[in-house]
């Protein structure tokens, strides 16, 4: 599969010259700009590259750790059943675990319920 680095690159430098870096807390999910990867590593999609992640834990004002979010219905130890987001069954890849930098983060789509989240940080933990 061909990927373009070079149109990613443009955007994540536009990312970075941003002064915008956003508020944010534990359990939401939101938009991010994670951009074109390597191998197997997520991608985001669209014109800025995005994808759906939740916010696992804030690190600092500027950075947190996050989990991306897939629509797709495959069955993985490593995908942990989310919910509903923007009316698809949402599962988080576990194994695609990262830290990033708030100005990534584009628009917030709500909060995971309490009790799926718990059940996620719990099988984080277990995989540590």
Request: hydrophobic letters at 35%; aromatic letters at 8%.
């Amino acid at each position: 599969m061909k990927k373009d680095f070079e149109n990613w690159h443009k955007i994540k430098s536009a990312i970075h010259e941003s002064e915008k870096s956003k508020r944010y807390h534990a359990r939401e999910v939101w938009w991010c700009s994670v951009g074109v990867n390597i191998g197997f590593e997520q991608d985001g999609a669209g014109k800025e590259y995005q994808r759906p992640i939740l916010i696992l834990k804030g690190l600092s004002k500027d950075t947190c750790l996050v989990l991306p979010l897939t629509s797709s219905p495959e069955k993985h130890p490593m995908r942990i059943p989310a919910g509903v987001i923007e009316g698809k069954n949402a599962s988080v890849v576990i194994s695609q675990l990262r830290v990033v930098d708030t100005k990534r983060l584009t628009n917030k789509l709500g909060f995971i319920e309490k009790d799926i989240f718990e059940q996620i940080r719990k099988a984080v933990k277990d995989m540590l």
